[in-house]
């Protein structure tokens, strides 16, 4: 009685699948021979990917991830790094103050240097290798070349031996790293107050590859970041005994990486959120 049953009802339900596939064909409402529509994949934005390629190249060479914060304080942005109020130097960063006293948008990623130190430095007694990644804020006009908001990656390393020999060595293998094999480096003197000496580097024209064209402006170079050994003042700040302990730091810009490598000649196009740019990436 169960197998007629089962067989009969299976029977039926064959017979009504075939009607319905004859009858949703008859209607058009299915043509298998249709090509098959293509699924809309979000992209990653140009900032996000140069941004996961340098903290990548700094992983493979022991440098740790350490996010500091975009709020910052007076003292941690300026005072912790050399520059006392009233000094001339913060001039350099037109700061966005809040109405809050002493609490304002971080103008660069280098006040991360002291909270680095002091989260991870145990009072000064450990060496420390990180990187801090993050979005930083000037008070300024928008305009084709300059935005009120971008991206650092602040670099640093502190150690008992760390030497000049070390920053340039770490630079050079960074840029090769980046900017393939073959990539040369100079080093120019510069001034910071936080870094002492201080330097600015350049690396050979990665369009042109040195001839000269309009990316480097006919130079062959281009510069990418500023770096420096610590200053004593910031080592002491950061809680380590500048007579035992030295360090090296940088500071690069990876919206200006990424402006280079695509030729990208406005950076006011990062954060409009016009999708005619960002789906070309
Ligand atoms: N903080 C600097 C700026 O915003 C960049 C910089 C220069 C960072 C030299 C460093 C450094 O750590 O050593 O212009």
Known sequence: MKEALTTAYEARETLIQEQELARSLEEGALDVTLP???REAGGLHPSTRTLRQIQAIWAEMGFQVFRSRDVEDDYTNFTALNMPPHHPARDMWDTF????????????????????????????????????????????????????????????????TITMTDLKGTIADFARRMYGER???????????????????????FICGGEGCRVCKYS???????????????????????????????????????????GINDIRYFWSGDLRFLEQF
């Open 36 to 38: 098959g529509r293509p």
């Open 220 to 262: 062959g170079w281009v510069e990418i970041m500023g770096c420096g050994m610590v200053h004593p003042v910031v080592l002491e700040n950061g809680g380590y005994d500048p007579t035992q302990w030295s360090g090296f730091a940088f500071g690069m810009g990876p919206e200006r990486i990424t402006m280079l490598k695509h």
């Open 183 to 205: 990539a040369r480096v100079r080093f120019r003197a510069s001034h910071f107050p936080f870094t002492e000496p201080s330097m600015e580097v350049d690396v050979e024209c």
């Open 97 to 160: 103050y809040t109405t809050q006293e002493n609490v304002i948008l971080r103008t660069h990623t280098s006040p991360g240097q002291i909270r680095a130190m002091h989260a991870l430095g145990a009072k000064g007694t450990r060496p420390i290798r990180v990187i801090l990644p993050g979005m930083c804020y000037r008070y300024e006009q928008i305009t084709a070349r300059s935005e009120i908001q971008f991206h650092q990656v602040e670099g640093l390393a502190v150690g008992r």
